[in-house]
């Protein structure tokens, strides 16, 4: 993008059905910042920086253009003439599963991203990859077969919209060592809070319901290793679990009643990266000793390790939950920060271990086979990071589907940005734009230095900082009490999830001074007797060293924070403001028990994965307080309000931040328009473009935000008193606890006398016309019974005859009648 000028701010973000293919999209004029309705699908792509030529701020995204994904909109292409053949060639537990996903009538419908990203994956699962492309009846195909032939091998495809020589789509992942086998890799971009977790379950449904009606078939795998990137998002995994009791099969009502039986023939195995760790060759069981030494893991002795009884299952199908933290580093020397370089340490090594720990999956095998069927990743955000060998913001490769941050928010899956803007009738080309003060916060703060406020790093000073951004914390941490006194005022019948602040730092000088500020709480030293016994007996001629030789004592002190004290302000008892240590979060997320500060670790975790929840460590913060990034599988849906103190280098990374806020809290359409209704999230300091948003004047109420009205059991009537509704796929009509009998030994026999009652029949056979005059009938009259028709008719037969009769009898309406007969 080469403005500077920001996007307007448009009336109706929100303009396509979720449960829909998209039919229209916002596009921006980048001179003038109008938006206006295209009229149909956006082309799936994505924006990339390129390198620098010049002196311009990174935060304007001056240096980003866009570019398309040729696979994807292909694919799109195939797959929906596939969808409207009613997926022609697949087996017929892939329909019933797809039209059973598809179905309108649903009590809770799927979204079209969730179900188009599972009909792309077992489209090219279940047809394309394995050859059976012909089952669809088609002849011809946007993704040709020569060009899929290229991608399955890692070589470049004859894309007519491929101009680039260093950069082309495949399928496969090879890893340096060329005797390894190739990792075979499908990835779906999907934006945060799309569901991605339901996409899983789905896939899973697919897999193993096919392998139950099919237990020989080498297509569909009976084992699934998901594989996360920490702890938090490992223990809310679990649902994909068929024997969990909050299993997302049940609750999203996946499987037909028909094939939910299948389900128990799978088995999934939910495991953190950390597991791939190479483990010390002094290692037997649980303890380490001098005298074992097994020698480094083989890929099998790995294999057996992380998948247990899963590997006698081989070849499974992996998913990888944040599948953007799994790719395959490259040698680089890249211009780097020092806080750069360690940041990009720590990515590197997680990536490192993770593919390797594939890699070895995938040749554990003896027979040569890969131990992966499939790899399907699955992000928000699956681009190359700085520093990774590979262009910055440059997408994964085998990408072969997408709906992200800006479809999302125009179907209202996710949460609207609502940003500050100008309110100045008198200036025209201003009024309705964002306000620069608080959009572009970071560089106004870079603009207002003075000398002497810099670090001799170059970056700014902490204290500076904070005097800059001042106005800007107040002003949404104000708008955040009105939102919080909505909710304080809501009646039992409404909503009732406190809203929270979440403020992201540029570095840990910058949120040590922000936090100090809004929370009150800072660490003091403490003067012990022993101190003032040591400073009695110094008679000042000793050396430093002797005159103080213990560290000094610290306590905690809380006091009056100088932002909304009465909101922000923590006390010994509740903690209203947390501050987010990465590297102790980091600790207890890896699981490790070998780390000394283990148990503070593990509490700050708990109270970061239970933010607002009540009855949960995390249930009275209303702010966090945070370098970089939060951590993923912090899926909180009260985030109200974000303010960026911080540079933002590409729209990649505005993304991923707000990202953090878009998670709805309800999800009912509107019963007029069949959309879903507008939720908001105020961000203040980053300074995003092509995202619609809307605007919001500073100095205004949102009576929008008020909490929406709910339905909920009173306390101690859950159980009692619920009332659940069944999942109804047809009718069986059949008697209860046999209530019609029938005494045969009481019933009157039937006589019949052979003098009184014909008992035979005999009748003519008829032969070509019968004139009404004709009198004469030159055939013999023949003997009717049943011997003729038993010896061409099986008496099986006779039986489904008459039980059919006894059906069509039950359901054939009568009149006076609406409804079928229930036996």
Known sequence: MTSQIPIQPVDQPIICNPYDEPHDHWIYDTETGAAA?????????????????????????????????????????DVRRWRESGYRGA??????????????????????????????????????????????????FELSEDNLAKLLKGEKPSFEELVKADFYPSLVDHPADSNLLPLRRLGCKMATGSGKTVVMAMLISWA????????????????????????????????????????????????????????????????????FSPESEHKEGDKSYAVVDKGPETPETLARRVLGDLYERLPIMVLNDEGHHCWRPKPVDDDLTTEEKKELKDEVKEARVWLTGLDMLNNSRSNGNPGISMCIDLSATPFFIKGSGYPEGQPFPWLVNDFGLVDAIESGIVKIPRLPVKDDRAKKDEAGRPDAKYFRLWHNVIGSLKP????????????????????????????????????????????????????????????????????????????????????????????????????PKKQTSYGRGAIFPDYFSNTSTEKHTIRIDTKLLAEAESEDPNKTTREAAEELRKVVATVGKKGQPGEFVRCVVSVSMLTEGWDANNVTHILGIRAFGSQLLCEQVVGRGLRRMNYDPDPETGLLTEEYVDVYGIPFSVIPFKGRPVDKSTPEDKPKHRVWALPGREEEMEIRFPIVE???????????????????????????????????????????????????????????YYSQTHFQTVLFQIAQQIIDELLAPRAGRTTPRRG
């Open 91 to 140: 087996s017929n537990v892939t329909r019933d599963l797809l039209r059973y996903w598809a179905n309108p009538k649903r009590g809770r419908r799927l979204f079209f991203c969730q179900r188009e990203a599972v009909e792309t994956i077992v489209y090219l699962a279940e047809l394309r990859i394995p050859g059976r492309s012909s089952r669809t009846g088609f002849k011809k």
């Open 208 to 275: 193993f319901c096919n392998r139950g009606m099919n237990p020989a078939s080498t297509i569909f795998p009976n084992a699934v290793l998901v594989c996360c990137p920490n702890l938090t998002v490992k223990e809310r995994l679990q649902v994909l679990r068929p024997e969990d009791p909050n299993n997302y099969y049940a609750a999203f009502d996946l499987v037909p009643v028909k094939y939910r039986p299948l389900m128990q023939f799978g088995k999934v195995l939910v495991e953190n990266w950390h597991r």
């Open 730 to 788: 047809g009718y069986v009509f059949a008697l209860h606890k046999n209530l019609v009998k029938c005494d045969v030994e009481s019933i009157e026999p039937l006589s019949i006398d052979p003098r009184l009652e014909p008992v035979t029949t005999f009748l003519r056979p008829t032969a070509g016309y019968l004139d009404s005059q004709a009198h004469i009938v030159p055939f013999e009259f023949v003997k009717q019974d049943r011997a003729a």
């Open 452 to 551: 002497g406020e810099k670090l001799p790093s170059g970056k700014p000073k902490a204290e500076v900082v904070y005097r800059e951004v001042e106005g800007a914390l107040k002003q949404i941490a104000g708008q955040w009490i009105e939102r919080f006194q909505y909710f304080d005022e809501a009646n039992p019948n409404q909503e009732n999830i406190p809203p929270v602040l979440i403020i992201v730092c540029d570095n840990t000088d910058i949120a040590a001074i922000v936090y100090e500020k809004i929370s009150g709480e800072r660490e003091v030293e403490v003067v012990t007797e022993e101190d003032l016994e040591e400073a009695a007996q110094d008679d000042g001629n000793s050396k430093p060293a002797k005159r103080r030789t213990k560290k």
């Open 37 to 77: 309705r295209a009229g149909f699908r956006r082309e799936a792509g994505y924006w990339y920086k390129t390198d620098r030529t010049g002196t311009a701020q990174q935060e304007l995204f001056a240096e980003e253009e866009r570019d398309d994904l040729p696979l994807v909109n292909l694919l799109r292409k």
